[in-house]
């Protein structure tokens, strides 16, 4: 199992080391979604928004698993860092505690949510049902996603990213597999048609979380993880609450964000959210390196930081950003110039596929700001500053939009192009308040500013 000490030797390949794996890991789980799409497609274009209006309620539950496990990778690898394995594994294991009682309580909100929510996206009633019947079985068996983002934090954390990729490639496949069979039927295996989809999700993550968990009892944090006796460590927890619940907030507003775009999406019928649902699954995949780079940076300034290397902390920052800036704006442009080749794998209707392709080629433009936003944010959490995330998040995703989108879109008459915009201009800005914010908090704690020329 590779795990890395982050704290001697070149920094790029260290980078590359962790980001490559987690990119390919991210890929096959945009393909995984991608799968779903396109099964969908077969049944009907309101399956097809039905997968849509239910994610922001997957990216409710993404925020409580992104944030338990951000806030682990930030105290696993600060604790590693500082040769303090045996907190390392105390905090593993309160976090996976923590993973099955917010999991209960995820079940108990997502189910009184969802008929509400799906009602206020959806266009039709028939949207909102296929939303409800696709995403229940995800929402009731929502722990092995929650636990899995736990326990490969701690794999993150000490440098072991490939686990993930493997994970991801494996799933996919097996969802490929899943998919028709749960939505036809054969022999023994009852057809359930759109639930099917949800059904495959749920067998798959399940096997996946196995494979996770053999391999954190590979790590070297296995031996200083104890279950006898378990009991809640409230100090413990206080720290993981104190790193994670920012960046749970920050998903949460990032859900809140998708929720306003399909509700500005929705005057503008089915074919409008089936493509917009569509387009952000050809989106995600261009929008893969950010997440790999993000983590492998994070991992190295959180080592390092416990290390007290603070020229590696630094270097370790700039190279990620200056990686990821060349890689997005290539991704962004290769977008812009593929978007109708990219939409007609799905086979959707005409106008559909039309709206999809409208909105890739406006949100192309936004991959180099999302580039400062993404690793801006990250390096800030690994110092532990994720509350600063979290404001600018909450206003990027949850207050500008509200401002932004029916202003390019019903002000200034643009339509279904102007919710974009609006987008896009959020974006940019957005990316200017994190340049300033990483400056501010590395100045005030390591003694220098992170973006910029010098040290």
């Known amino acids: 199992m590779a795990q890395l000490n982050l704290t001697s030797g070149p920094i790029a390949p260290l980078i590359l080391r962790m980001a490559i794996p987690t990119s390919v890991g991210y890929f096959f789980t945009v393909i995984y979604n991608v799968v779903d799409t396109y099964w969908a497609t077969k049944i009907s274009d309101e399956a097809v928004a039905g997968l849509g209006v239910s994610f922001p309620i997957y990216l409710m539950m993404l925020a409580l698993a992104m944030g338990l496990g951000m806030g682990t990778t930030v105290l696993v690898s600060h604790q590693v860092g500082a040769k303090n394995e045996a907190g390392a594994g105390e905090t593993l294991v309160q976090a996976l505690l923590l993973a099955g009682i917010a999991s209960l309580g995820l079940v108990a909100i997502g189910l009184f949510l969802m008929p509400s929510v799906f009602a206020l996206l959806a266009p039709t009633t028939e949207v909102a049902q296929a939303g409800l019947t696709y995403f229940t079985p995800i929402i009731l068996f929502n722990f092995f996603f929650v ?53 495959a999700t749920v067998v798959s993550q399940a096997l996946g979380l196995v494979f996770i968990f053999y391999r954190v009892s590979q790590t070297t944090l296995w031996a200083h993880m104890i279950f006898r006796g378990l009991r ?14 920012p960046s749970g907030i920050n998903m949460g507003a990032i859900s809140v964000g998708f929720i306003l775009m399909l509700y500005f999406v929705k005057p503008y019928g089915t074919p409008a959210t089936a493509g917009f649902t569509a387009g952000l699954r050809i989106e995600q995949m261009a929008l893969l390196p950010a997440f790999g780079l993000n983590t492998a940076m994070m991992a190295l300034v959180g080592q390092n930081t416990g290390a007290q290397q603070l020229d590696r902390v630094l270097s370790s920052f700039r190279q990620t950003l200056s990686l990821g800036l060349i890689i997005l704006t290539l991704g962004g442009v290769l977008i812009f110039a593929f978007a109708p080749q990219l939409v007609s794998f799905f086979g959707l209707s005409g106008e559909s596929e039309e709206k999809a392709v409208t909105y890739l080629r406006i949100v192309a433009f936004e991959y180099p700001a999302l580039c400062f936003i993404s690793l801006g944010g990250g390096f800030m959490q690994a110092l532990k500053h994720p509350r600063v995330t979290m404001v600018i998040t909450i206003m990027r995703l949850s207050l500008m939009p509200m401002i932004a989108m029916p202003f390019f879109a019903t002000y200034l008459g643009y339509g279904f192009e102007g919710v974009w915009y609006g987008v896009l201009f959020g974006s940019f800005l957005f990316a200017i308040v994190t340049i300033l914010a990483v400056n501010y908090v590395s100045r005030k704690d390591l003694g220098f500013q992170a973006i910029g020329f010098g040290r």
Do not use: R
């Not at 100090?235 to 619940?245: C, E, R, T």
């Open 147 to 199: 636990a899995m983002f736990a326990l490969n934090s701690s794999l993150n954390a000490v440098g072991d990213t490939v686990a993930f990729s493997i994970v991801s490639i494996a799933t996919t496949f097996l969802n490929m597999a899943l998919d028709p069979l749960f939505i036809y039927g054969w022999g023994p295996v009852p057809a359930m048609g759109l639930a099917g989809i949800g059904w």
């Open 232 to 245: 809640m460590q409230w100090n413990v927890i206080k720290q993981i609450l104190n790193q994670g619940v």
